[in-house]
């Protein structure tokens, strides 16, 4: 099976800087949408971020302005570049896939603490 690996996370003072990267364990393997959701404590998961494999994204009205999604096709890899980040941002940040036979595959979630 497909594993998605994440990396980037971590803590961060406010107004800092995060960059997160979700990258497919396997080659050569096919997604259409992929994006970022994360959940907060006492919180359900939500939409951060969605990118279509055509570059079309959709961010959560939270994050517009501040954060940026992208992907590279060819390394069945996405990106999220969060900036200006605040306290309320402090989630487990989860990558989402899914393939063009229209499989769900998630990553293991990385936590981004944001402190004040």
């Known amino acids: 099976q497909v594993q998605l690996v994440e990396s980037g996370g971590g803590l961060v003072q406010a107004g800092g800087s995060l960059r997160l990267a979700c990258v497919a364990s396997r080659s050569g393997f096919m997604f259409n949408e992929m994006g970022w959701y994360r959940q907060a404590p006492g919180k359900q998961r939500e939409l951060v971020a969605a990118i279509t494999r055509g570059g079309i994204t959709n961010f959560a009205d939270s994050v517009k302005g501040r954060f940026t999604i992208s992907r590279d096709n060819a390394k069945n890899s996405v990106y999220l570049q969060m900036n200006s980040l605040k306290p309320e941002d402090t989630a487990v940040y989860y990558c989402?896939?899914?393939?063009?036979?229209?499989?769900?595959?998630w990553g293991q979630g990385t936590q981004v603490t944001v402190s004040s």
């Open positions: 989402k896939a899914e393939s063009i036979l229209h499989m769900v595959y």
